[in-house]
């Protein structure tokens, strides 16, 4: 086991939480930890705010342990989700199925389609779902909670 995986079982252990395994996957580039967890309720929380919290408490740990961390800023930021029984995973489909749909809007229609407001992840899953796809552009606007994106039709 890896030092991510590591980490959330002693993690993990130290809160005495019963869990059945942890899974390493991936999705669109990036490492998912999955907690296999008979009931995962406790460790997602209301709206996932505990799986969130369990995400950044590893990744700072994993942060302080890393004895060689990246010199480039844009590579510092640990690049792995944590995840339990696949809560975030389908969150992240669902982001990408939305993303084509209304790509797909936005080229039929030929204007503009606005989402509603979203983190800065859910943003970037969105542009990393889109960023190859023809006759659509996508950007980010607004200030603070209101940020969002803009699919954008374009001819080229």
């Not at 999705?27 to 996932?48: T, V």
Request: hydrophobic residues 35%.
């Amino acid at each position: 086991m890896d030092i991510v995986g590591t980490i959330l079982k002693e993690l993990l252990d130290a809160l005495g939480v019963s869990y059945s395994g942890i899974e390493k996957s991936e999705i669109a580039g990036q490492a998912i930890y999955s907690i296999r967890a008979e009931d995962g309720r406790a460790l997602i929380g209301a709206h996932g705010d505990t799986v969130h919290a369990l995400d950044t408490l590893v990744k700072k740990i994993y942060e302080k342990r890393n004895p060689n961390p990246p010199q480039a800023p844009e590579e510092r930021a640990p690049m792995f989700l944590v995840d339990v029984n696949d809560y975030r995973g389908k969150q992240i489909k669902d982001l990408q199925a939305k993303a084509i749909m209304m790509a797909e809007r936005a080229r039929s229609f030929q204007y503009d389609v606005e989402l509603s407001p979203m983190s800065s992840y859910e943003r970037l899953i969105i542009h990393t779902t889109l960023q190859d796809a023809p006759n659509v552009k996508t950007e980010s606007q607004g200030e603070g909670r209101n940020r969002r994106v803009v699919i954008k039709y374009s001819a080229e």
